[in-house]
């Protein structure tokens, strides 16, 4: 097999899994809506004017619709105080059409995410970044799991089936990625490393993984030679860098053309976690709806 086609097996295809699990959420949708008059809704609260939250919140709303849920907008100018967001929060939680409630992160400087976060009803937080949702995760209970680390483990199940036993190292360790993933992984049986901005011998650590999940936000730091032949390697980075001709493109945090040489297994960026990400909310506010109505949830949409 020469190189080209290596690459392209190793290649894990988010868009395309994104698509199936929407497929599985709308079919879902449909029935409730068939059987029992029930309609998910999901708002989407955007505070400024940043033009990358712009294209992801246009994306959730266009993809809430195709699905068959309801999309409920909200954006608020860069000015909004703390009060008035959570007043919003409030009245979010208190409407029986919204099953899911989302807060497009990093808000304004002048707002207390923490306090904001807290304002979420944890049965509507969609994201999962509700400190009860944190605990109920932390302590392997049933939780609302955040949406990208929910993601990459449905592709790493579907790529590897079980996950028992094998080494895992997350390099990242944010509230909204590297820490839900290591817990998932924990407890889908891996032996679990957490590196970080302070680990010594980064390269040496992920050349243990079997599994390498990387969210850091440095284009292209992990080097092909890092990667353990076969491993699987979930790249969650998104990076704008400069390309030729003035112009931007997105790259990750793993040197995709080297590493998919050694690798069992990659997602690409763009095409990889992203994608799956978006699915995933679409697929918690289903869940989050079912449970609020106390119906049957989906198969394999959770964790
Ligand atoms: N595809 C998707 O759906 C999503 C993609 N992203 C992308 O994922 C990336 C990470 O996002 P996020 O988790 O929010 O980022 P944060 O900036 O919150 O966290 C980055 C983490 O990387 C660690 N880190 C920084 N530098 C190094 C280094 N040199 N060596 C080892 N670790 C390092 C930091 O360590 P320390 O804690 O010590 O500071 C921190 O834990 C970004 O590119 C973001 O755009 C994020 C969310 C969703
Ligand atoms: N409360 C909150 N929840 C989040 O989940 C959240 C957030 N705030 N703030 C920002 C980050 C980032 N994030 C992404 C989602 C989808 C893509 C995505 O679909 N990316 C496409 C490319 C999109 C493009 O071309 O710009 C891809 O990777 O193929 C990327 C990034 C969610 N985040």
Redesign the pocket.
């Given at each position: 097999m020469n190189i080209r086609e290596t690459t392209l097996s190793a290649r894990i295809d988010?868009?395309a899994f994104a698509a199936d699990v929407r497929t599985h959420v709308a079919d879902h949708v449909a029935e409730l809506n068939s059987e029992h008059g029930i309609t998910p809704g999901l708002a989407v609260v955007l505070v400024g004017e940043d033009p990358?939250?712009e294209?992801?919140v246009r994306?959730k709303a266009r993809q809430t619709r195709e699905t068959g849920m309801t999309g409920f907008e909200h954006k608020l100018s860069a000015e909004t105080s703390q009060a008035d967001l959570l007043a919003l929060l409030a009245r979010l939680n208190a409407d029986p059409a919204v099953h899911g409630i989302?807060?497009?992160?990093?808000l304004p400087r002048h707002i207390d995410t923490e306090a904001v976060l807290a304002a979420i009803d944890p049965a509507k937080d969609v994201?999962g970044?509700h400190i009860s949702n944190v605990g109920l995760l932390g302590t392997g209970q049933k939780a609302l799991v955040p949406?990208?680390p929910l993601g990459c483990l449905m592709m790493l199940r579907d790529r590897l089936g079980s996950l028992k036993g094998l080494n895992a190292v997350v390099v990242g360790r944010s509230n909204?990625v590297g820490r839900p993933m290591a817990q998932l992984l924990l407890r889908d049986d891996c032996t679990v490393t957490v590196a970080h901005r302070h680990s010594r011998d980064l390269a040496e650590i992920c050349r243990g993984a079997d599994i390498l999940v990387v969210a850091v936000g440095r284009p292209g730091m992990i080097k092909g030679d890092w990667i353990k032949p076969g491993a699987t390697v979930i790249d969650v980075g998104?990076n704008r860098i400069e390309a030729e001709g003035g112009k931007t493109r997105?790259v990750g945090d793993v040197d995709f053309d080297a590493a998919a040489r050694v690798a069992g297994a990659i997602t690409p960026?763009?095409?990889?976690?992203?994608?799956m990400?978006?699915a995933c909310?679409l697929s918690n506010t289903l869940t989050a709806c079912c449970r609020a109505h106390g119906l049957p949830e989906p198969d394999g949409l959770t964790a």
């Open positions: 988010g868009k990358a939250s294209v992801y994306n989302l807060v497009q992160l990093p994201d970044f949406c990208t909204i998104i997105l960026v763009p095409g990889g976690v992203g994608p990400t978006i909310l």
